[in-house]
């Protein structure tokens, strides 16, 4: 069953490595590769939390936030994502929850949307690592042009927990 402390994992400041399909939905097999910071807390009470992103995207970096909140009736997450190139424009939000235990812990979290004007399906999977796991959490995004019968992986970024603060790395990094 799903609690509003499933997110617990990520709270914190992380190194992030995403690793990024070039094109979506159609047959790609270019990845790239790049770095980037999250910092997460909770909010509402704790029946949510929030992330602020640096995502060094080449060419392109810029900024995001994750948004979830937890829904105690339904026993449910709502995940929106706000990218900051397009700041007027919240994400469809994914619905879902974690299952499973211990190590075994899966969220799964789906969405209708679009793509290029085509329906399409959306699904995040989080694995979540306790920090000492050289792994660290995983998460993952799918997209899916045919309901969901067939999914093709097209973003997975990778959690290592950071030891300091951003702003005291770069100012330590200019030294």
Not at 53 to 78: C, E, I, K, M
Not at 145 to 156: F, I, L, R
Request: hydrophobic share 40%; glycine share 10%; net charge negative.
């Amino acid at each position: 069953m799903s609690t509003a402390n499933d997110f617990d994992f990520l709270i914190g400041h992380w190194h992030v490595s995403h690793c990024r399909l070039a094109e979506r939905l159609v047959a790609s097999q270019h990845w790239v590769e790049f770095d980037g910071t999250t910092r997460v807390q909770k909010v509402l009470g704790g029946l949510g939390n929030m992330d602020d992103n640096l995502l060094n995207l080449p060419g392109d970096p810029y900024r995001a936030v994750t948004l979830r909140s937890f829904d105690l009736a339904q026993q449910q997450w709502s995940i929106w994502w706000l990218d900051g190139r397009t700041p007027g424009q919240l994400d469809t939000p994914v619905v879902g929850r974690f299952e499973g235990a211990g190590e075994d812990r899966v969220g799964q979290f789906f969405a209708d949307d679009h793509l290029r004007g085509q329906p399409i399906r959306v699904r995040f999977v989080w694995t979540p690592q306790p920090p000492e796991n050289a792994h660290g959490p995983r998460w993952s995004q799918a997209f899916s042009g045919d309901g969901g019968e067939s999914w093709e992986v097209n973003w997975v970024m990778d959690f290592r927990l950071a030891s300091s603060e951003p702003e005291v790395e770069i100012i330590q990094n200019l030294l």
